[in-house]
């Protein structure tokens, strides 16, 4: 199992590339289930979502992989009406780095917090996603795609989140956090 994890990896070096440079939504459905799967700014932030609801438990299990695409729709409204939101970048990649620090810390946050944290990030990947959208083949499919693809990162953030029930679990959900705050830096960096 490891070892197929690593070829995985592998195979998706090739496409690190910033996720948002308006190339991605110039298809339906695919183009749009497949872009958050091939940004790594999105598979950090999005697993980072479902790991962080998995650690804190119902509900915030399954508010917080639902709160986000609901806010990022907000976000993507914003942005198709041409309302400026302010850093949208470095919003995406503090949501990395601060989800991930969440992560690593094991900050238990109540419900609301939580949900605060995880909206105003979704605010910021939704409107970068807004922006590109009028300019999609067919932004309802491209959509519909996007939020699929969202889901599935979360899910597999809330499946790695039940690895702390594991004998040291605990310390490889740790772990994750770290390596996610780690992404967001080298996202502010510029690095991925």
Excluded: Q
Excluded at 33 to 56: E, K, R
Excluded at 128 to 136: C, I, M, V, W
Excluded at 153 to 171: S, T, V
Aim: aromatic content about 10%.
């Amino acid at each position: 199992m490891k070892y197929k994890l690593l070829a995985l990896s592998a195979l998706m070096l090739p496409m690190l590339a910033l996720a948002h440079s308006g190339e991605g939504a110039l298809g339906g459905f695919k183009s749009g289930f497949m872009h958050p799967i091939l940004g790594w700014d999105h598979v950090a932030a999005m697993v980072a979502v479902g790991l962080w609801g998995a650690i804190l438990l119902r509900p915030a299990l399954w508010v917080l992989p639902i709160t986000f695409p609901m806010v990022m729709a907000i976000g993507a409204v914003l942005g198709i009406v041409g309302i400026p939101v302010p850093y949208v970048e470095t919003g995406i990649a503090l949501s990395s780095l601060v989800l991930g620090a969440l992560i690593l810390i094991g900050w238990k946050a109540p419900l609301w917090a939580a949900m605060l944290v995880v909206s105003i990030f979704a605010i910021f990947h939704g409107h970068a996603h807004g922006t590109e959208l009028p300019e999609a083949a067919n932004p309802l499919t491209y959509a519909i795609g996007f939020v699929l693809g969202t889901g599935l990162l979360h899910l597999a953030g809330i499946g790695l989140g039940f690895l702390d029930k594991l004998p040291k679990g605990l310390y490889i959900v740790r772990g994750l956090g770290g390596v996610i705050a780690l992404c967001g830096v080298a996202f502010l960096m510029g690095w991925l």
